[in-house]
């Protein structure tokens, strides 16, 4: 994951009802957002394998780097990295459909990104992101879906899932 620049473009957040058979688009105003902490890659990295597959940029994504994924941020909050760093979540805005975040000067780097949604019936919920850098998609800890690939400026592709959710406050969190 060698960021040269992280974003995510917000397409549409569609919830319909599953009981009544409506639909509306729902605009995100505000992301939580932690600053990039770096990542490194395996000691050896450039080595196959006995399976004979080597080590790709995407298995730095993949890799579960906190027990668990379920828990609730709050603005201000610290999430413990190591026994020695922590990240604070932040709140960023969401202007012209997109959400920005200032990268470090490493070549590879993850943070995370989430915001809540509550409903009060079980409900379809579809999600688009549009984005250069590969990312994990997570519904109340749970992964749902991920993008391995990056592109560059002005070629990114778009995250596309659907998932039917029960009445309640759900945490949707972006790990990039």
């Known amino acids: 994951m060698k960021l040269k620049y992280l974003f995510i473009v917000l397409f549409s957040l569609v919830l319909g009802s599953l009981n009544a058979q409506s639909e509306f688009k729902l605009d995100i105003e505000n992301f939580l957002i932690t600053n990039p902490v770096e990542v490194k890659l395996p ?5 196959e394998s006995i399976t004979g ?9 993949k890799y579960d ?3 668990n994924m379920y828990f609730r941020p709050e603005l201000g909050d610290d999430l413990e990295w190591t026994s020695m760093q922590f990240l604070k979540w932040n709140k960023k805005s969401v202007k012209n459909g ?5 990268t470090l000067k490493i ?16 409900t379809s919920l579809e999600l ?8 994990e998609v997570f519904i109340d800890g749970e992964l749902v879906k991920g993008k391995y690939s990056s592109e560059k400026e002005g070629e990114e592709k778009e995250l596309k899932l659907t998932k039917d959710l029960e009445a309640n406050n759900h945490v949707i969190m972006v790990k990039m």
């Open 128 to 135: 688009k992101l549009k984005s250069g850098q590969m990312m």
């Open 65 to 67: 780097y906190l027990e």
């Open 98 to 102: 997109t959400v920005s975040i200032k």
């Open 107 to 122: 070549p590879y780097q993850l943070a995370y990104a989430c915001f809540y949604l509550e409903n009060n019936e079980w």
């Open 43 to 47: 000691l050896f990295s450039d080595v």
């Open 53 to 61: 597959k080597s080590f790709e940029e995407s298995d730095l994504l």
